[in-house]
């Protein structure tokens, strides 16, 4: 649950300055799981998570080799290697888990809290956005001056989790207007944030987990789910309408790929193709070994004159690992479908799994949400066992 609130919380902490290590959203998962498995271990089936962690520490030599004199390689082997650990760690921790379902629920509050606590905070340094707007790139106003990119995916996040509370957690009509009213205040602020991938990611796993839970139910369930469609499809209209609004009609061009006057652009990645192009040309060059850990970018400076990090942690896995990002691409998409194929039980399965992979592909693993969120898939969840009432004793006297 600790590590779920700090999933949560990262990008607050960043935005605010509350911690003046900028990764400690990371690290901080990084050191409860750790906790967690000297307590209480890992499970039997962790052994290809182990591989999965030994595959990352070659690179770790390569760049030792390869990196610029004077860069610092610490710092570059830290910074490109947190989130895999991260992930790493978090699988250990989480495979075959048992928890109840009432856990998996207070664990998806948990990490919703904190994302609410941040979106109240940009709201409350928003300007006018009808009046300061101008352009349809990513809009720095609407995110408290913080990166769009990392508060769209959190946000994103955000309306996902409100959704399972809403579907799962709404035990009467205030609950569920509470829920409804969170889930479409989520989706209103991703929108405005002008960065598509956090919007796309949370609404497609969104639509992943009411698929699944539909399919899974039956009679009364199963009739509320129709109900449940059918206002959320309402507060979504409503949402991009007012959006719209508060935007002149400028997020609507975002979303068609215009500028400001309406032109098509070129470029529907707003220059990711570029650096995806850059990666995979350093995978082709490299196959074996790779660049090594944080060397892409001074690659990609070298060759295109372009100094940027990576927003696709797919290329950059294969760029910086070589083959053995490959190995490691095969594990994470395959083991958790090997391991659902006998665990069905998991309603977050295939959501978790889906906003892993949408999100390093349109943010790489700049925050710790994609790592934990991953290891989620790879839960057991159980039913809670029933509490049985204590028989008195007769005393005969």
Request: some cysteine.
């Amino acid at each position: 649950m600790a590590a779920a609130y700090m999933t949560g919380a990262e990008v607050l902490f960043r935005m605010t300055r509350a911690v003046p290590i900028y990764e400690a959203g990371k690290y901080s998962v990084i050191t409860f799981l750790l906790i967690g498995l000297v307590l209480s271990g890992t499970s039997r089936k962790s052994g290809v998570y182990w591989f999965y962690i030994f595959l990352l520490l070659p690179s770790i030599l390569i760049a030792a080799m390869n990196l610029n004199f004077g860069t610092d390689v610490k710092k570059a082997i830290f910074f490109n290697l947190s989130g895999p650990i991260c992930l790493g760690l978090s699988a250990l921790y989480c495979i075959d888990r048992k928890l109840t379902y009432r856990q998996l629920s207070d664990l998806t509050r948990w990490i919703l809290l904190p994302i609410i606590a941040m979106a109240i905070y940009i709201t409350l340094g928003t300007p006018d956005l009808r009046e300061s707007l101008r352009s349809t790139g990513a809009n720095y106003a609407a995110t408290g001056g913080f990166g769009p990119n990392q508060v769209s995916t959190v946000l994103g996040l955000g309306m996902f989790v409100a959704l399972v509370q809403l579907i799962i957690n709404s035990r009467n009509k205030i609950l569920f207007l509470v829920h409804l009213v969170i889930t479409g205040f989520m989706l209103y602020k991703g929108i405005i944030t002008f960065s598509r991938g956090g919007v796309i990611t949370g609404l497609v796993v969104s639509f992943a987990f009411m698929l699944i839970y539909f399919a899974g139910s039956r009679g009364q369930a199963r009739r509320k789910m129709v109900t449940y469609l059918i206002v959320l499809s309402v507060v979504f209209v409503g949402a991009a309408a007012y959006s719209s609004f508060q935007t002149n009609g400028l997020i609507n061009k975002r979303y068609t790929n215009r500028d400001a006057a309406g032109r098509l652009k070129s470029d529907i990645t707003t220059g990711r193709a570029e650096l995806l192009e850059s990666e995979l040309s350093a995978f082709y060059e490299n196959p074996l070994t790779g660049l090594g850990v944080g060397k892409i970018k001074e690659y990609r400076e070298e060759t295109t004159g372009i100094y940027a990090a990576s927003h696709n942690e797919v290329s950059r896995l294969l760029s910086e690992h070589g083959i053995l990002g490959l190995v490691i691409l095969f594990i994470l998409i395959l083991y958790p479908l090997v391991y659902r194929y006998k665990n069905r039980r998991n309603y977050l399965f295939y959501a978790a799994l889906g906003f892993w992979f949408l999100t390093i592909n349109h943010s790489s693993m700049r925050i710790a949400a994609p790592a934990f969120i991953y290891a989620l898939c790879l839960l057991n969840v159980v039913h809670e066992k029933k509490k049985t009432p204590l028989r008195r004793k007769r005393i005969i006297t």
